[in-house]
């Protein structure tokens, strides 16, 4: 006999003196594996679908973020027209501050009989969000001009974001805005600069966006279209240079960048032109929501 083939007490292991006797091999105890399981993420929200065997008694979810759900899988589980008939189907939402990368989500079940399983996936989190954008707020300088009656403004506004490579236009506008009486003809203006406010209709809009996606690009022409005469008294006061006769020139260009990183629940964002010659401003107004997409009623099997 070699020794590969001695008994363990000729081996020198005084604590087994005699030869074992033959052992009996015991069957593997049955694992309490789910008939189905599977994980979804959308936004901040996970969400657990779970189809239990006839010996599963209960799943433990750990969400990777300190929280966990225990779910009751011998009490019947709350219908559901997005879950498979027989199904669990367990949500939970993270916290905006957390919701940035991966989270590992793991799932624990015992059997009645004793048994266990583990089951994991790693999720990446993307928070969606709705970003709404009022009707946009124009304000200018008063007309000025002895030669016309009233103010005439040409407002040109694309909004547009790139996506996969594309440029894709959210909508483009031209506005004719003539806000109120200006002075009478052959009357001199307000000494000072007195302030008209307008609303350009249709220039609110709602998109969709996630912390990866490209900034909304809002591109804005502001253009005082003045009548002859009023161009002839546009030069008399810019060589006259007094401050009591402000004017736009031209057309002024303005450009917005919208994006959720940058923006709070509600947000207005500023761009102005303002100088001697005049003044003349664009506001955007509106509010960033971040899309929870929860289903309601929660599960019922909830421990």
Same mark, same amino acid.
């Given at each position: 006999?070699?020794?590969?083939?001695?008994?363990?007490? +000729?081996?020198?292991?005084?604590? =087994?003196?005699?030869?074992?006797?033959?052992?009996?091999?015991?069957?593997?105890?049955?694992?309490?594996?789910?008939?189905?399981?599977?994980?979804?993420?959308? +936004?901040?929200?996970?969400?657990?679908?779970?189809?239990?065997?006839s010996t599963n008694r209960e799943a433990t979810i750990d969400w990777g973020d300190g929280a966990t759900d225990v779910v009751d899988l011998r009490k019947p589980p709350a219908t559901s027209p997005l879950a498979p008939p027989g199904a669990y189907r367990v949500q939970h939402a993270y916290t905006l501050g957390a919701a940035l990368g991966k989270v590992l989500v793991s799932v624990a079940v015992a059997s009645v009989?004793?048994?266990?399983?583990?089951?994991?996936?790693?999720l990446r989190i993307d928070p969606r969000f709705t970003v709404s954008v009022d009707p946009v707020v124009v304000?200018?300088?008063?007309?000025?001009?002895?030669?016309?009656?009233?103010?005439?403004?040409?407002? #040109?506004?694309?909004v547009y974001q790139w996506r996969d490579e594309e440029?894709?236009?959210? =909508?483009?506008?031209? #506005?004719?805005?003539?806000?109120?009486?200006?002075?009478?003809?052959g009357e001199l203006p307000p000494v000072g600069r007195r302030v008209v406010i307008g609303v350009l209709?249709?220039?609110? $809009?709602?998109?969709?966006?996630?912390?990866?996606?490209e900034a909304i690009a809002i591109y804005t022409n =502001?253009?005082?279209?003045?009548?002859?005469?009023?161009?002839?008294?546009?030069g008399?006061?810019?060589?006259?240079?007094?401050?009591? *006769?402000?004017? *736009?020139?031209?057309? !002024?260009n303005f450009s917005t960048f919208l994006h959720p990183k940058d923006l709070s629940p509600?947000?207005? !964002? $500023?761009?102005? =032109?303002d100088t001697r010659d005049g003044y003349f401003s664009f506001e955007f107004s509106g509010t960033l929501r971040l899309i929870v997409p929860l289903d309601a009623p929660p599960v019922s099997a909830l421990a």
């Amino acid at each position: 006999m070699d020794q590969s083939t001695k008994p363990i007490a +000729s081996l020198g292991h005084p604590a =087994y003196a005699e030869p074992l006797e033959a052992a009996t091999l015991l069957e593997p105890t049955q694992v309490a594996r789910l008939e189905l399981i599977e994980f979804l993420i959308d +936004s901040v929200v996970a969400t657990v679908t779970m189809i239990p065997s006839s010996t599963n008694r209960e799943a433990t979810i750990d969400w990777g973020d300190g929280a966990t759900d225990v779910v009751d899988l011998r009490k019947p589980p709350a219908t559901s027209p997005l879950a498979p008939p027989g199904a669990y189907r367990v949500q939970h939402a993270y916290t905006l501050g957390a919701a940035l990368g991966k989270v590992l989500v793991s799932v624990a079940v015992a059997s009645v009989d004793g048994s266990t399983s583990f089951e994991a996936e790693t999720l990446r989190i993307d928070p969606r969000f709705t970003v709404s954008v009022d009707p946009v707020v124009v304000r200018a300088t008063d007309h000025d001009s002895i030669f016309e009656d009233r103010q005439e403004f040409a407002i #040109w506004v694309r909004v547009y974001q790139w996506r996969d490579e594309e440029r894709e236009v959210i =909508y483009e506008h031209e #506005w004719k805005w003539t806000p109120g009486r200006a002075p009478g003809v052959g009357e001199l203006p307000p000494v000072g600069r007195r302030v008209v406010i307008g609303v350009l209709p249709q220039s609110d $809009f709602t998109l969709e966006m996630t912390l990866h996606d490209e900034a909304i690009a809002i591109y804005t022409n =502001y253009a005082d279209r003045d009548s002859t005469f009023g161009k002839v008294w546009d030069g008399v006061t810019e060589w006259l240079k007094d401050p009591g *006769f402000p004017e *736009f020139d031209g057309s !002024v260009n303005f450009s917005t960048f919208l994006h959720p990183k940058d923006l709070s629940p509600t947000f207005t !964002v $500023f761009r102005n =032109y303002d100088t001697r010659d005049g003044y003349f401003s664009f506001e955007f107004s509106g509010t960033l929501r971040l899309i929870v997409p929860l289903d309601a009623p929660p599960v019922s099997a909830l421990a």
